[in-house]
């Protein structure tokens, strides 16, 4: 089975084609950095105008690269939630109405779940059960896995998700949006030893998260510390340094602890935060000393892309599952609520 997936959520438009045994046949992002950039933030009438005009084109695109004609695909997947609901119409209509004029089943996609499963699409692929911490600009979630739609919430962001902070941080440090990858570039140049930022709720049992202290902490030792320094740019790169360490602890402490709890050996890191190089490092070695091993997708399938909603797409049609011809996005989706496939 050859599926189309289609992911318009926010401000990239990702476009792919997967096929049941010979995996990723072509795969291509557009992303809207350029013209949110001004603004210093996605601006979702915006979002939704450019997947209008990049969509369609991305389709032909990787049908030409894979060299198939339309009527060789078999289902076509889309994102339908949770997401700026503007861009999410584009991509679902355009999903929807491909399907019904090529005759082939239609699979709305959880956001998360495209996430979630895009581990799966690399090798060695992590066999079932594991636990995932998803951590994207929207969410930051852990969750123990059991089975394709099989998920119990462990914890979650009660305020800002991990790359939401890392935006507003980058924000209050003058970084240029997207401020994720700005603030961790930053960070490799500060002194780890020079500050040290609390690591929010890790003194207490649980499994939830909380990062916009972590902020406004951040705003205060800038505010502070900048007056004070002969050399501000240091400072600057410091205190990123400080903010990622604190984030990456946090998180390190929270998968570890999911682990021990579930009594799971392997994790998978997905969403956009999953690229980041300093987290990475620190996961591997701390989930290896406890005898677990780590699973990611690589870089570019971290961040939002075509792949993991055709591959999470294809899981659900191959179960027969697929969506009548309405289709309806939803900009809120409780991941709980996805029944197994
Ligand atoms: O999964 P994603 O592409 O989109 C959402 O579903 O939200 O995640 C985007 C988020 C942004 O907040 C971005 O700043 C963050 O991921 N991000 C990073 C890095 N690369 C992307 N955060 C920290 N370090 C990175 N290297
Ligand atoms: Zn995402």
Redo the contacts with the bound molecule.
Sequence with gaps: MRVLGIET??D?TGVAIFEERQGLLAHAVYSQIEIHAEYGGVVPELASRDHIRKTLPLIHQVLDEADLPPDSIDGVAFTAGPGLIGALLVGSAIGRSLAWGWSVPAIGVH?MEG?LLAPLLETPAPDFPFVALLV????TLLVDVIGIGRYAILGESLDDAA??A??KTAKILELPY????A??KLAEQGDPERFRFPRPMTDRPGLDFSFSGLKTFTLNTLKTELVASNDPAQTRADIARAFEEAVVDTLVIKCRRALRETGRTRLILA???S???R?RERMNRAIAAEGGETFYPRPEL???NGAMIAFAGLQRLRAGQHEPLVFRPRARWPMGELSPA
Excluded: I, W
């Design positions: 959520s926010c990239e956001h996430h994207s600009g929207g969410h790359g939401e890392f935006d997207p401020g994720g990858p603030l961790a969403g956009g935060v690229a980041n190089r987290l971290c961040t939002d």
